[in-house]
């Protein structure tokens, strides 16, 4: 197993909402699932939960509908939006965050039977095959014919996407603290000339550390942070103008085009995320 890593940042870009249950684990299924390659599952916890750092036997393939999913694996922190899936190789430890209110869906792959192979923590595109082909798996009608025919048109289907929603922390001790501050408040706009004077170190040293660390600078990865919020606050309904407000910008197209540097894509082309500015 691998273990977690920088340990004293936060799981997430959220803060953990009053009300959330914390859990150890997805639970996977017990033993062996000969002869299936895939079992797929789904759930409604109905309040925001945590679930603590854990790994799995097998790969997990996992999504969500009517909200996001955040995950902790080691360095990084993956945002799972609408439309998109977080693939976790067997032994990857990992903890997460769902805001209330969403469906969680996984599946879980049988490693000597699953012929696809992503290496590390992958954003997978889920599209609407890819979708309905794993809810068809989490039948319980099915006989071993179908459900064959069914895992072997999944395994042609799964593709990573383009996109892959992980923001990297930093886990220097130079700058961590302001990673930390960001975590808690991505809003925060103190730039460079702040943070040195708060960390008593030069502009130099923190822009250096951020780019060793993470290969960003400071504001491109203070930009890569608040997109990643933005993901969450849209998906929960906010309006585009109160994101951007919430988030420190000084009006909305400002917003919208830091949201496209980071994403690639206006938050209005993000799929099954709202778009509306007031």
């Known amino acids: 197993m691998i273990a977690p890593s920088h340990p004293d940042l936060s799981l997430g870009t959220w803060r953990r909402d009053p009300g959330t249950v ?39 393939l996992v999504w969500v509908r009517g909200g996001i999913l955040t995950s902790r694996i080691g360095s990084q ?10 693939w976790l190789p067997a032994g990857v430890v990992h903890g997460g965050r769902l805001t209330a209110g969403a469906e969680l869906h996984d599946a879980f792959f049988a490693p000597e039977r699953t012929p696809v192979e992503f290496a590390a923590a992958t954003s997978i595109v889920m599209t609407p095959l890819l979708e309905s082909l794993l809810l068809r798996l989490a039948r319980k009608d ?11 048109v999944v395994f042609d289907v799964l593709e990573p996407s383009d ?3 992980a923001l990297e ?12 501050a960001l975590l808690a408040d991505p809003s925060d706009d103190r730039g460079l000339r702040e943070w040195a004077g708060v960390l008593r170190v030069s502009e130099r040293t923190i822009t250096r550390a951020f780019r060793e660390a993470t290969g960003l600078s400071f504001a491109q990865w203070r930009q ?30 400002t917003f919208i085009a ?21």
């Open 22 to 60: 914390i859990r150890r684990a997805v639970p996977a299924p017990a033993g062996d699932p000969a002869p299936l390659a895939i079992v797929a599952e789904s759930e409604t916890p109905g309040v925001a939960t945590e679930w603590s750092p854990h790994a799995h036997p097998l790969h997990e």
């Open 224 to 253: 890569a942070l608040r997109a990643h919020e933005a993901l969450a606050l849209l998906a929960e309904g906010a309006e585009v103008r109160e994101v951007s407000e919430r988030l420190g910008y000084s009006q909305p197209s």
């Open 258 to 278: 830091a949201f496209r540097r980071v994403m690639r894509v206006t938050p209005g082309q993000m799929s099954g995320i709202p778009y509306r500015v007031s």
């Open 169 to 180: 922390l930093p886990g220097d001790p130079r700058i961590d603290p302001i990673a930390r």
């Open 142 to 152: 099915l006989d071993d014919g179908a459900r064959a025919r069914t895992e072997a």
């Open 77 to 86: 922190i993956f945002t799972v939006p609408a439309g998109y899936g977080l």
């Open 163 to 165: 996109r892959q929603f």
